[in-house]
């Protein structure tokens, strides 16, 4: 064999003197290494079928047939347990599709430490997912009832930090924009103000404000309205319902909400998840829609695999 020009993609190309036969030598192994770091580009970048195939000088039927095989590999496992020491671990969940199929995900300010699929985010799917783990120092969450329960089932000594984002989120939310009382009014700005809290100073302010707000309106909070139902049976409701609910999630989510005050290392938000890690893998299941749930399992495992603790 002796070297032959090459071919217009820049291959070497040989001369076979026995055959009379040019042709380039073909390695299976770095063929099929190369197309995995290309399925990799596609899977988690931003480019399109076409767009790749189109830069490669090939079609999407082709591009599809290399990337086949791929998809039936076993996804990516999180870390080693054994590995891991855990501080601080942020939890929080994304659903693949409607309100079931669930990955669980749990990760240190420096990356992906833990995750696991569920049928949806429950008090025994968060207790599996942290079975194993190391008890961390501090647990930062958003609230959801299954995962507070299983967090501190699993590690009652943990220190736990109530997401201020979510709990912030949801006040407003049921308060509205313009509330049209002055109980909701009033509330809404202290709910506004507790993201300018950062000393114990000014969480003794904000929580002589509560107090105070609370003496004022937990009466109008607690009204209730009597009336007829449907079949003509005396019922009652509460009045200001909106305004008891937020009410009622603020008053909850206090005792944990402040954490970070006390212990400046735990963030006071599950952002580093939600921002970094959600928020993406969101968009690549939306460029990526029409794929099987395994498909979007392997999908979101390989993500998280390349943002995993190093």
């Given amino acids: 064999m002796q070297k032959y020009g090459r071919t217009v993609t820049g291959v070497q190309r040989w001369w076979c003197f026995v055959c009379q036969k040019s042709g380039i030598r073909k390695r299976l192994d770095r063929t099929r290494f190369h197309r995995r770091i290309l399925f990799l580009a596609w899977l988690t970048g931003t480019q399109s079928l076409t767009e790749i195939a189109k830069s490669h000088r090939t079609t999407r039927r082709t591009l599809e047939s290399w990337f086949s095989?791929?998809?039936?590999?076993?996804?990516?496992?999180?870390?080693?347990?054994s590995l891991l020491t855990l501080d601080v671990l942020i939890i929080d969940a994304i659903y693949l599709g409607g309100r079931f199929n669930a990955a669980l995900i749990g990760r240190t300010p420096e990356g992906v430490a833990h995750w696991s699929f569920a049928l949806r985010e429950s008090f025994i799917s968060w207790?599996?997912?942290?079975?194993?783990?190391p008890t961390p120092f501090a647990v930062v969450l958003d609230g959801q009832r299954g995962g507070l329960a299983a967090v501190r089932a699993l590690w009652p000594k943990a220190k736990i930090q109530r997401c201020m984002a979510h709990v912030t989120r949801y006040a407003k939310n049921k308060l509205t924009r313009n509330p049209?009382?002055?109980?909701?009014?009033?509330?809404?700005?202290?709910?506004?103000?507790?993201?300018?809290?950062?000393?114990t100073n000014e969480q003794?302010?904000?929580l002589e404000d509560w107090q105070s707000w609370e003496e004022r309106f937990v009466s109008l909070v607690l009204?209730?309205?009597?009336?007829?139902n449907q079949n003509g049976r005396q019922t009652w409701w509460f009045t200001h319902k909106n305004l008891r609910g937020a009410y009622i999630h603020l008053k909850n989510a206090i005792p944990t909400l402040f954490t970070y005050i006390s212990y400046p290392n735990i963030p006071r938000t599950t952002n580093h998840i939600e921002g970094g890690i959600n928020s993406r893998?969101?968009?690549?299941?939306?460029?990526?829609?029409?794929?099987s749930l395994k498909q979007k399992q392997t999908l979101v495992a390989i993500f998280l695999d390349s943002k995993r603790v190093t």
């Avoid at 095989?69 to 870390?79: A, D, G, S």
């Avoid at 207790?127 to 783990?133: A, K, P, W, Y």
């Avoid at 969101?282 to 460029?287: A, I, S, T």
């Fill in 180 to 199: 049209k009382t002055e109980a909701g009014q009033v509330l809404r700005v202290l709910t506004s103000a507790l993201f300018n809290v950062h000393s």
């Fill in 69 to 81: 095989p791929f998809w039936n590999e076993p996804p990516p496992v999180p870390p080693s347990v």
């Fill in 204 to 206: 003794a302010t904000w």
């Fill in 281 to 291: 893998l969101k968009e690549l299941l939306g460029r990526h829609r029409g794929i």
């Fill in 127 to 133: 207790l599996e997912f942290g079975q194993d783990l």
């Fill in 223 to 228: 009204a209730k309205t009597r009336g007829v």
